[in-house]
């Protein structure tokens, strides 16, 4: 147990669906992220948030919306993917932006159908 | 332009083989170096940071070491329980998405 939570763990949707993944570290983090990882590539980094604001948002297409209300929660809306988004997307906590040690959940495998 | 390259791709080894792992990197600005390990359905596990060359750190059959282009993740004795995905990440600022991971070793153990 990491002290990060992702729910669902796995999730299909279709193209037109409308879903939320969500994130909660019991760690007393103060900055959270969310990572796409596909087959054979290298985890992307897609947002950071510092104290609920963020900080980062690394070119991610607008189907992706991030949500953090508080230093505890994160979620991640998706609407109209396309197959090609299918990926097992990870939440990680860090006890400060600089991210020197992240500390991972176990991820949702997302399938677009 | 900023990368990490881990060699190799998968590798099988026999219980009580030794060998080590390779993570090259081109980067301006070193901040540190993270070792992860990935098991099949789980998130990446921290394992070590190294911050300037010449380091080392150890735990269990692990040994990590940096020099000012690469960094290696050396097993001895492993066990089939090290079977997993070892990951490379290096950060190269101070902000979180100056962070570059490689794409990992896949490390199976027969036993």
């Known amino acids: 147990e990491t002290g990060v939570t992702q729910t669902p763990r796995h999730l299909v949707m279709g193209m037109t669906n409308k879903k939320s993944l969500k994130c909660e570290q019991h760690?007393?983090?103060?900055?959270m992220y969310w990572y796409k990882q596909s087959a054979k590539k290298p985890l992307e980094l897609m947002f950071v948030?510092?104290?609920?604001?963020?900080?980062e948002n690394n070119s991610v297409p607008s189907r992706f919306s991030p949500e953090c209300p508080n230093s505890s929660h994160l979620f991640l809306h998706l609407h109209t993917l396309q197959p090609e988004d299918s990926a097992l997307y990870l939440c990680?906590?860090?006890?400060?932006?600089?991210?020197?040690?992240?500390?991972f959940g176990a991820g949702t495998r997302l399938s677009v159908l | 332009e900023d990368q990490v390259t881990q060699s190799p791709e998968a590798l099988r080894l026999q219980e009580g083989e030794s060998s080590s792992l390779n993570c090259s990197y081109t980067?301006?600005?070193?901040?540190?170096l993270f070792w992860y390990r990935q098991d099949p359905g789980k998130g990446p596990e921290f394992l070590f940071t190294?911050?300037?060359a010449g380091e080392e750190k150890e735990k269990e059959r692990l040994k990590a070491t940096l020099t000012k282009k690469e960094s290696f993740l050396h097993i001895t004795a492993p066990k089939p329980e090290d079977s997993a995905t070892y990951l490379c990440?290096?950060?190269?600022?101070?902000?979180?998405?100056?962070?570059?991971f490689g794409s990992g070793t896949r490390l199976s153990i027969r036993p």
């Open positions: 990680a906590s860090s006890q400060e932006w600089t991210a020197e040690i992240q500390y």
């Open positions: 760690l007393g983090h103060n900055a």
């Open positions: 948030y510092n104290f609920k604001e963020q900080t």
């Open positions: 980067v301006s600005g070193l901040r540190g």
């Open positions: 190294l911050y300037s």
């Open positions: 990440a290096v950060q190269a600022g101070s902000s979180a998405s100056k962070i570059i």
